[in-house]
T-cell receptor, first 112, second 113 residues
Framework: GENVEQHPSTLSVQEGDSAVIKCTYS??????FPWYKQELGKGPQLIID?????GEKKDQRIAVTLNKTAKHFSLHITETQPEDSAVYFC???????????FGSGTRLLVRP | DTAVSQTPKYLVTQMGNDKSIKCEQN?????MYWYKQDSKKFLKIMFS???????INETVPNRFSPKSPDKAHLNLHINSLELGDSAVYFC????????????FGNGTRLTVT
């Protein structure tokens, strides 16, 4: 089955710097790659997603890149702000939301 | 106007008890889920329920049973609670099963003593 690895497990950056979180997946048939942000005491919230027919997607300060050949995808946050501090999860699935496999999470801390 | 709401937010109970967690979504979605998040933050699918079809993760003990009175509700019933059941349980919904984004509730923290 699918396996998703996520790195780093923790990331500390200065406010205004960029943050990059990387994930690799094992199943080359996976075609949907969402990213979720989980704030303390809340459920994960979708922040951006990308499908396998696209190599890059951007939404304001957030961007995701996908390399299907290498089977990895990354989340890029520019001009980080303290409110970006949270746990971020990558995920991958092939065709069904039920088969969505999550990475182990990255705790991002943005220092003021 | 909470999209996915679950109750209670906290649940503390003793081993051997039976408990239920309720979930409701007002998004008009066709599919609902239950996820378990352990102390290391790993998120694992437990069930999905779509148009009266239940898909069960085979690793989930049969002490856990989802119950859906209608499309907007998916409750989780747990029998004979064990210490290892302590975790945060998240309800979620999506438009359908076709790689649709998940909308999560804010979780129920279950502590079994």
């Amino acid at each position: 089955g699918e396996n998703v690895e996520q790195h780093p497990s923790t990331l500390s950056v200065q406010e205004g710097d960029s943050a990059v979180i990387k994930c690799t997946y094992s199943d080359s048939a996976s075609n949907y790659f969402p990213w979720y942000k989980q704030e303390l005491g809340k459920g994960p919230q979708l922040i951006i997603d990308i499908r396998s027919n696209v190599g890059e997607k951007k939404d304001q300060r957030i961007a995701v890149t996908l390399n299907k050949t290498a089977k990895h995808f990354s989340l890029h946050i520019t001009e980080t702000q303290p409110e970006d501090s949270a746990v971020y999860f990558c995920a991958a699935s092939k065709g069904s939301s039920y088969k969505l496999i999550f990475g182990s999470g990255t705790r991002l801390l943005v220092r003021p | 106007d909470t999209a996915v709401s679950q109750t209670p937010k906290y649940l503390v109970t003793q081993m051997g008890n039976d408990k239920s967690i309720k979930c409701e979504q007002n998004l008009g979605h066709d599919t609902m889920y239950w996820y378990k998040q352990d102390s290391k933050k790993f998120l694992k699918i437990m069930f999905s329920y779509n148009n009266k079809e239940l898909i069960i993760n085979e690793t989930v003990p049969n002490r856990f049973s989802p119950k859906s009175p209608d499309k907007a509700h998916l409750n989780l019933h747990i029998n004979s609670l064990e210490l290892g059941d302590s975790a945060v349980y998240f309800c979620a919904s999506s438009q359908d099963l076709n790689n649709s984004p998940l909308h999560f509730g804010n979780g129920t923290r279950l502590t079994v003593t």
